[in-house]
């Protein structure tokens, strides 16, 4: 299997750490220019984006479907967000997917589309992803309490990732959240995560 990224996406390393922790082998094979507007250099994403994963010709799109073609290939338990039935829980996924997507707006804008940070689109998703990681960190420990038995779960890989992800970019200062930076440094000493940091391709 083959998964069409980068080493310094948010997205990308999701299913690949997912892969990691259930000793699924996987290749990356690296997107160079992010402006581009053929699908073919994202695998054939007809939404231009990252990742794609091929296989015996095929291809899914998207870190979270990905993750569960990679989990298919395995035996081990992986908790997935409908696995959790509280209100909560159902909340805290939400907002990780908020703040995933929300970040790499951030980036596009900024970086990328060199918006001005004053303007309207940027203002309304700053204060919107500092609203969700503010739920997150007040609820973070209680969501993860409430897991079943696993190897490895969705949120927290996500949310591992996504907490990582703004110290790498430099896109928020996450020190306002004390759990979530918490629980970021203690995810951040497994051998998955360790394996898997962010750089960027040669």
Known sequence: MQIVGRRSSLFTRVPVIVAHELGVPVQI??????????????????????????RDGERVFGALNISRVIAEAATKRVVWPEDMRSDRARNAHEMLAH?????????????????????VVFVKAKRGLEGSLAWLDANVDAVIAEM???????????LGCTVEHFAFRKTLDVFPYPALVRFAEQWGQGEAARATVYRFDA
């Open 99 to 119: 703040a995933m997507t929300a970040q790499i707006q951030l980036i596009m804008a900024t970086m990328v589309g060199k918006l001005d940070a004053e303007n």
């Open 29 to 54: 094979v690296v997107v160079r220019d992010l402006t581009a507007m053929d699908e073919d250099a994202y695998g054939g994403n007809p939404a231009l984006k990252v990742p794609t994963l091929m």
């Open 148 to 158: 079943p038995a696993r190897d490895a779960s969705w949120f927290e890989i996500a």
